[in-house]
């Protein structure tokens, strides 16, 4: 499996910003997505969830900020930021598990501004 995350960039705090991230060399409908985030100095932390049906988590942090959503014809999963806080900076990650293996993209960076 590949997967290649983008529209990482500045953002001012308030603001909105829009990941996205297109996986390959998997049947991309069949597997539930993730985001996950990592901040410097600390450790990655799961963000959200849409499984293959459509049902999406959040972690408490972005409940009713972020939202997560899918498109399986462009095998395309998206996190869409709103009201960006300066705890919401940090490297994302796409991922999704793979007979038991948690895979991961290279990562796109998110810079709040205040």
């Known amino acids: 499996v590949q997967l290649q995350a983008s529209g990482g960039g500045f953002v001012q705090a308030g603001g909105s910003l829009r990941l996205s991230c297109t996986a390959s060399?998997?049947?991309?409908?069949?597997?539930?997505m993730a985001w996950y985030r990592q901040a410097p100095g600390k450790e990655r932390e799961w963000v959200a969830t849409i499984d293959s049906d459509g049902g999406t988590n959040y972690a408490n942090s972005v409940k009713g900020r972020f939202t997560i959503f899918r498109d399986n014809f462009a095998d395309a999963v998206y996190l869409q930021m709103n009201m960006v806080k300066s705890d919401d900076a940090g490297v994302y990650y796409c991922?999704?598990?793979?007979?038991?293996?948690?895979?991961w993209g290279q990562g796109t960076l998110v810079t709040v501004s205040s």
């Open positions: 991922s999704t598990s793979v007979r038991g293996q948690r895979r």
């Open positions: 060399r998997i049947i991309f409908r069949a597997y539930d």
